[in-house]
C-alpha cells in the first residue's frame, strides 16, 4: 500500500489534534490525582476472606501531623515520631469489635515523606526518595487473623477521634457477604462489618 506524505495544512491540522488530546490525557490525570489526595478526608479498604481481615487506610500527611514535607524543625520530627509510635498500635486508627477475636498478624506502613523518621524508629534502611512531592500521604495496613470471623459485626474508627482533622472516611467493603460502601465521619465512628461477615 502507498501512503502520500501529509500536505502542510493536513498535517499541521493533524499535530495540533495529537498535541490536544496529549494535554487532555494529563489534564485529567492530573485532575484525578488531586481528587484522591483531599485533606479531612480518608479512605478504607476491608476485606475479609476466611480468617484474615484485611484493612488498607490511606490518609494525607496533613490531616496526621499538620504537614506533609519531610520533617525539618525538632518539632516536625517529634510530630512524624509519634505518629509512627501510635501506629505501632493499630487499635490507635481502627478496632474490630471483641466478639470476633481478631488479632494482628501483619502491618506496614508507608510514608515516603517520613522514611528517615521511620528507618530510626524501626532500625529499617529506608528506600524511599522524599519531599518531591507536594502532596504525600500516608499507607497503613494492618491485616488481623480472626478467631470468630462471623462474628464480626462493626469497626470502631477510632483514628476520627485519635487525629480529628479527619472528617470523612470512605469505606469500600468485601467478604462472605458481598460487597459495601459506607461512610464514617466525626458523627457516625463505626462502620458495619455485618453484612460482608457472613454470606447471605
Avoid at 15 to 30: E, I, K, Q, R
Avoid at 53 to 64: F, G, T, V
Avoid at 82 to 97: C, E, H, W
Avoid at 121 to 127: L, P
Amino acid at each position: 500500500m502507498f501512503t502520500q506524505p501529509l500536505a502542510g495544512a493536513r498535517a499541521i491540522r493533524v499535530v495540533a489534534c495529537v498535541v490536544a488530546s496529549v494535554v487532555v490525557l494529563f489534564t485529567s490525570a492530573a485532575y484525578a490525582q488531586g481528587e484522591r489526595h483531599q485533606h479531612g478526608a480518608s479512605t478504607l479498604e476491608i476485606s475479609l476472606e476466611k480468617n484474615t481481615l484485611a484493612i488498607r487506610w490511606e490518609s494525607p500527611l496533613n490531616d496526621l501531623i499538620g504537614f506533609e514535607h519531610a520533617p525539618r524543625s525538632a518539632k516536625e520530627k517529634a510530630a512524624a515520631q509519634n505518629l509512627l509510635s501510635l501506629l505501632d498500635d493499630p487499635s490507635s486508627a481502627f478496632k474490630p469489635n471483641s466478639e470476633a477475636m481478631c488479632r494482628m498478624v501483619a502491618k506496614s506502613i508507608t510514608a515516603p515523606n517520613l522514611s528517615d523518621i521511620q528507618t530510626k524508629h524501626t532500625g529499617d534502611a529506608s528506600t524511599h526518595d522524599h519531599d518531591h512531592a507536594v502532596h504525600s500521604d500516608l499507607d497503613y495496613s494492618v491485616t488481623y487473623h480472626c478467631s470468630s470471623p462471623d462474628a464480626l459485626s462493626q469497626l470502631d474508627i477510632r483514628a476520627l477521634t485519635t487525629w480529628p482533622a479527619i472528617k470523612d472516611i470512605d469505606a469500600s467493603l468485601v467478604g462472605p457477604g458481598g460487597q459495601a460502601s459506607q461512610e464514617a465521619n466525626q458523627g457516625a465512628k463505626t462502620i458495619d462489618l455485618k453484612t460482608i461477615a457472613v454470606a447471605r
